[in-house]
């Protein structure tokens, strides 16, 4: 059985940063990607950052959040992070981390997730 247990979210005003972190249990966190999804309010779960399964690797983000959000992983640590700089008031969601079967940016691709972590960003 996996887990994921986010940590980090808050309350910052805009411009501001945050970090989150995710911690999965198991031995196999680092064969598999990694993602970081939000959901805000009335609207559907969206994708914001993946990193592939080694610590150096391919990532990918949304185009709402690029150059202002940084994605990376520490496998020794079973730790995924989602550096978040630049906030807007638009980024307020629940964010949640999940372990992928694949390299993608569509939810379908992650089979475990974690409760998710409230940020909220005032103007």
């Known amino acids: 059985q996996v887990q994921l247990v986010e940590s980090g979210g808050g309350l910052v005003q805009a411009g501001g940063s945050l970090r989150l972190s995710c911690v999965a249990s198991?031995?196999?966190?680092?064969?598999?990607?990694m993602g970081w999804f939000r959901q805000a309010p009335g609207k559907e779960r969206e994708f914001v950052a993946a990193?592939?399964?080694?610590?150096?690797?391919?990532?990918e983000y949304a185009d709402s959040v690029k150059g202002r959000f940084t994605i990376s992983r520490d496998n020794a640590k079973n730790t995924v992070y989602l550096q978040m700089n630049g906030l807007k008031p638009e980024d307020t969601a629940v964010y949640s981390c999940?372990?992928?079967?694949?390299?993608?940016?569509?939810?379908?691709?992650?089979?475990?997730w974690g409760q998710g972590t409230q940020v909220t960003v005032s103007s």
């Open positions: 999940a372990r992928g079967t694949r390299f993608s940016v569509s939810l379908d691709s992650y089979d475990y």
């Open positions: 198991g031995r196999t966190f680092s064969s598999y990607p």
């Open positions: 990193i592939n399964w080694w610590s150096i690797g391919r990532t």
